[in-house]
């Protein structure tokens, strides 16, 4: 029992800082040869002393940890008020600095470069959606089976009476020949 308390005497309370030797740390330096029995008994008594003194401190602090927290509970500050409290006054600070405001800037302009590019991807994209929309509708359209199709009739009967609401007067006389819609077809080509 008397090594092991030897032991825990010998184990430093702290880790030593840089530049302090390790080895004196852990093992006790043995006293001057200058220094007096009763030098030694008095640094012994300071020693007991401030370590009185550091355990009182450290009580005196935890009572007045517990006092902190009484305190914050009766006005109802949780420990998650505090958090947001923190986390607000740190958001602030952050979006109040000079680093954040130029980010976002550059941030806003990327996005406005970018909104940009991906509408004139999209403008291009149903350009594209509506040729092929008209090549498909031109090659039905050509086909036998489907004009015999009541519902294509309906269809193409809707389309003339627009076409006849909305557009010049055209002569019954002369009929579009085939040549003139595969010409048309081409113009999309």
């Keep these: 029992m008397e090594d092991a308390e030897k032991g825990s005497q010998q184990q430093p309370d702290s880790i030593p800082e840089v530049g302090e030797d390790a080895v004196t740390s852990v093992t006790p330096s043995p006293p001057p040869p200058t220094m007096t029995e009763e030098e030694r008994q008095e640094l012994q008594e300071e ?34 008020n505090e958090l947001k409290q923190n986390i607000s006054k740190t958001w602030q600070e952050v979006t109040g600095s000079t680093a954040y405001r130029r980010t976002s800037e550059t941030l806003s302009q990327a996005s406005l470069k970018a909104t940009a590019a991906f509408s004139n991807v999209g403008s291009a994209i149903s350009k594209k959606l509506e040729d092929v929309s008209m090549r498909s509708l031109q090659h039905s359209a050509s086909m036998p089976v489907m004009r015999n199709a009541p519902t294509f009739k309906s269809f193409e009967g809707r389309v003339e009476t627009l076409k006849t609401k909305m557009g010049p007067p055209t002569s019954t006389s002369n009929p579009r020949r085939p040549e003139q819609r595969h010409s048309h077809r081409r113009a999309f080509d």
Excluded: H, N, W
């Design 47 to 80: 020693l007991v002393k401030v370590e009185d003194e550091i355990q009182t401190l450290s009580q005196v602090l935890a009572a007045k940890e517990k006092q902190l927290a009484d305190i914050k509970r009766k006005l109802g500050i949780t420990p998650l």
